[in-house]
């Protein structure tokens, strides 16, 4: 066992100085990408899980002509509505006064021009005709979807994460081809030194072993150069971010990846790195033989 572990002592030993720096920041800079996109998503997908994306429709009533009660048994009795909640005018001032910036124009106003509304919630997404139907009813002056916008958010949030996937992908393949043609110039580089390892009784499990750890450390340092681009990207962004968030009272930020995340990031860096040298290895090692 401790002989085992010696020799993978070594071999480490032995790989570190063949990590290419410029290599490694290409792999980072490439790898940025989908890790940036990544956490910008997810600090996203934070804010749009806070908002409700039920199709809802907000039906705003004649104050002259509705009979709210009348209206609010009509509408029950309707199979495409699956909630209904009712907000009079006062409620309604209320729950504007309550949002930020605005109490001193409300108070500027004098009296309440709101007026009563009822919040419909749709059972299934046909949002249009339903909104078409409502708005002919007797009583009702106007008609406005709600979590329409949300909903659109959410696909092209989703569309956002597919093509992101596809970008992974693609420069998971880079790095992948990175670490296969630096491994392969390393092996034509030491290809008398591995003909005599050869001639005088070395495994090929020895003679891999430097290779497949070059490859692993390669990766590694690329996820660590590109979470070092990440952090200093979204810690520029934050700065223009808060002073937006801050005109709406709020205190987004964008989140920088927790450690579990980093770690994994550079475990798939580090997979990723130790695959294109498992190819190149046994790619270009078999034709190295001793003459």
Known sequence: MRAWLRQ??????????????????????????PAGGYALLESLRMIAGRIAVQPEISVFLDAKR??????????????????????????????????QGLPELVAALGRNPLPDAFVVTAADENLEALAAD???ITGVAQVQTDALWA???????????????????????ALIAVTFNTIRLQILTQRAEIEVSKLIGA????????FYYGGLLQGV??????????????????REVRLLAESYGSQFRFAYPDLAGCLAFL?????????????????????????
């Open 8 to 33: 993978h002592r070594q071999a480490l030993g032995r790989a570190l100085p063949r990590v290419s720096p410029l290599n490694a920041l290409v792999i980072g800079i490439a790898l940025a990408l």
């Open 66 to 99: 509705a009979d709210a009660d009348q209206l609010a048994a009509r509408l029950k009795l309707d199979p495409r509505v699956s909630r209904l909640r009712f907000v009079p005018r006062q409620q309604a001032l209320k729950e504007l006064a309550a949002v």
């Open 134 to 136: 409502l708005a002919k």
């Open 151 to 173: 909903r659109r958010l959410a696909s092209l949030a989703r569309l956002a994460r597919t093509a992101l996937w596809l970008l992974a992908g693609v420069l998971a393949a």
């Open 203 to 210: 495994t090929d499990s020895f003679i891999r072993r430097p």
């Open 221 to 238: 340092a690329g996820g660590a150069f590109a979470l070092l681009i990440v952090a200093g990207a979204l810690a520029l962004m934050n």
């Open 267 to 291: 475990a798939l860096a580090g997979l990723l790195g130790w695959l294109g040298a498992h190819l190149s290895v046994t790619r270009h090692l078999q034709e190295v033989e001793p003459s």
